[in-house]
């Protein structure tokens, strides 16, 4: 089982905001979400902060489930580069010089370790004991 967050113009430039996106991807929620609040770069580290919260509540409420943190991981998180406002900027000699102000969107999916399959407790473990003392 997974779910899907996605945050879309971000006033953050994308080559910065990967940084932090490649220091948290894969991880578990609840230490990506330690690691996101302790980190020194705070401007790009909150929307992904935020963003994280928001995936976690979003499986709760879908699933129905009362998961921790820690049964839950980063599956995909990608930074990809948005819109981006350009702006000129008065330079010496009568000349301007062009700003690019840009922006991004992020999208994360979050899954389950267990991949949402309910093991049965019927004697599917006994099956496979005894096709391994069979052999």
């Known amino acids: 089982m997974q779910t899907t967050a996605r945050l879309k113009d971000s006033p953050k430039s994308p080559r910065k ?3 932090v996106a490649d220091i948290v991807r894969g991880m578990d929620a609840d230490k990506a979400l330690y690691i996101l609040k302790l980190h020194n770069r705070k401007t790009y ?4 902060e935020k963003l994280l919260r928001s995936a976690i509540a979003s499986y709760k409420e879908k699933h129905e489930a009362n998961v921790e943190g820690n049964e ?5 998180l990608n930074v990809d580069s948005g819109k981006s406002l350009k702006r000129v900027q008065a ?4 000349r301007a010089h062009r700003v690019r102000k840009r922006y991004n969107h992020i999208t994360l999916i979050l899954a389950s370790k267990h991949g949402g399959e309910e093991v049965e407790a019927s004697g599917n473990i006994e099956e496979t004991e005894e096709t391994n003392n069979n052999e």
């Not at 580290?45 to 992904?48: E, I, N, Q, S, W």
């Not at 330079?91 to 009568?94: D, S, T």
């Open 45 to 48: 580290a909150l929307p992904l």
């Open 17 to 19: 905001m990967r940084l």
């Open 91 to 94: 330079a010496p000699q009568g």
């Open 72 to 76: 839950l991981y980063i599956k995909i």
